[in-house]
């Protein structure tokens, strides 16, 4: 029998599994006072796996999360600082927001689709964000420059919902 170089697709389903829960208790956590929004995991639309509804103006915002680690992992070692979120064509048509949970740094990604990169894999377009986990921190910067903004950025779903960040 030929040993597999991949992870188990067992983990992999666990690693997903631990990211969508992450983020339905982090958003939880952040608009649990606020009676006017509610928080629902997605099984009937296509191409999302949470949402938020903002109950007084109607308004929803539809997040794909995807879930990243290099704990559990035939990664190489020189990639292990990098990280590769990926959506679909169908996931970036129907979300407004990539969530990427990066497990190993419990580190969150708060992205508006239309900030990916959109590249061609195997004559299908998918979307990118791709970064590096710096090896020493430079000032602020743990991660490269252009992923900063968007880490634990939590506040942007808020605007985007039409909710001030500060009313929680």
């Given at each position: 029998?030929?040993?597999?170089n ?15 829960r ?6 939880y ?12 995991k ?8 949470i949402?938020i509804?903002?109950?007084h103006?109607?308004?929803?915002v ?8 290099h ?24 979300s407004?927001?990539l969530?990427g949970?990066?497990?190993d740094y ?20 998918v ?28 506040s942007?779903l808020?605007?985007?919902l039409g ?6």
């Open positions: 029998m030929e040993e597999s991949k992870t188990p697709q067992n983990i992999n389903a666990l690693v997903s599994e631990i990211g969508e992450m983020v339905l208790f982090k958003l956590s952040i608009i649990h006072d606020n009676s006017g929004l509610e928080i629902f997605n099984y009937s639309e296509p191409g999302y796996d949402g509804r903002n109950t103006l109607n308004k929803k539809k997040i794909e999360v995807k879930t990243r680690q704990l559990v992992t035939t990664t190489a070692e020189k990639s292990k600082n990098t990280c590769h979120f990926t959506l679909t064509e169908n996931e970036w048509n129907h407004n927001f969530i949970y990066w497990i419990n580190d969150f990604f708060i992205v508006p689709t239309s900030e990916l990169t959109k590249t061609n894999s195997n004559n299908k377009f979307y990118k964000l791709v970064f590096t986990r710096l090896k020493k921190a430079q000032s602020k910067l743990i991660y490269s420059e252009q992923v900063m903004p968007y880490l634990n950025d939590w942007t808020l605007k985007f909710t001030p960040p500060e009313q929680k």
